[in-house]
């Protein structure tokens, strides 16, 4: 069956560093990986999507990579700020057939200390 | 306007009550969810309408009920729920799905009791 696996449920590193959470799948073949960021009680923000045949994608200090070889995305957040605590949470997702149907992982909660 | 709005942020409920959940948006998206979320629980998919049809039911049991009237609003009809069915109940929204599919907004989500 389709397997969603994020590294940690709790992730702490001091302010600065860059934070690096893992999202790794089996028995799947997305066409696009996303991640979102969750606060308490709040439903999740979308901040990037990579699909299949891309590498890489940046957005301000968000990095994503995505290796359909290894199954796995990376998702660093540079120069961290308390303000990035939050839970993190990959999605992927199928392109044909489904419309815009997305699998969550459990989800991995940052916490940067000041 | 780039906001998802969902009424009521919160609803206490009996098992034998009638309720429905009320989401709208007006970017324009022709693609929107409901999903349900546990407490320390990822969202996990319940409904997809595309263009205003019914296009993924994930098995969802009869007693959520939903409905898209338009290409703005989304509801979700409940009926004879179960204390287990307790939840955040979130509804989101996409420009459409397939090979141009972007991100999802979602709502701030309707936090569901059920007694």
């Known amino acids: 069956s389709q397997k969603i696996e994020q590294n940690s449920e709790a992730l702490n590193i001091q302010e600065g560093k860059t934070a690096t959470l893992t999202c790794n799948y089996t028995?799947?073949?997305?066409?696009?990986l996303q991640w979102y960021r969750q606060d308490p009680g709040r439903g999740p923000v979308f901040l990037l999507l990579?699909?299949?045949?891309?590498k890489e994608k940046r957005k301000e200090r968000l990095k994503v990579t995505f290796d359909t070889t290894l199954k796995q995305s990376l998702f660093h957040i540079t120069a961290s700020q308390p303000a990035d605590s939050a839970t993190y949470l990959c999605?992927?997702?199928?392109?044909?057939?489904?419309?815009?149907?997305?699998?969550f992982g459990q989800g991995t909660t940052l916490q940067v200390k000041p | 306007d780039t906001e998802v709005t969902q009424t009521p942020k919160h609803l206490v409920m009996g098992m034998t009550n009638k309720k429905s959940l009320k989401c709208e948006q007006h970017?324009?998206?022709?693609?929107m969810y409901w999903y349900k979320q546990k407490a320390k629980k990822p969202p996990e998919l319940m409904f997809v309408?595309?263009?205003?049809?019914?296009?993924i039911n994930e098995s969802v049991p009869s007693r959520f009920s939903p409905e898209c009237p338009n290409s703005s609003l989304l509801n979700l009809h409940l009926h004879a729920l179960q204390p287990e069915d307790s939840a955040l109940y979130l509804c989101?929204?996409?420009?459409?799905?397939?090979?141009?599919?972007?991100?999802?907004?979602f709502g701030p989500g309707t936090r569901l009791t059920v007694t």
């Open positions: 989101a929204s996409s420009q459409e799905g397939g090979v141009r599919v972007g991100g999802q907004y």
């Open positions: 028995n799947y073949s997305p066409a696009y």
């Open positions: 990579i699909r299949e045949n891309e």
């Open positions: 999605a992927l997702g199928h392109g044909s057939g489904n419309t815009g149907k997305l699998i």
């Open positions: 970017m324009g998206h022709r693609a």
């Open positions: 309408y595309s263009y205003e049809k019914l296009s």
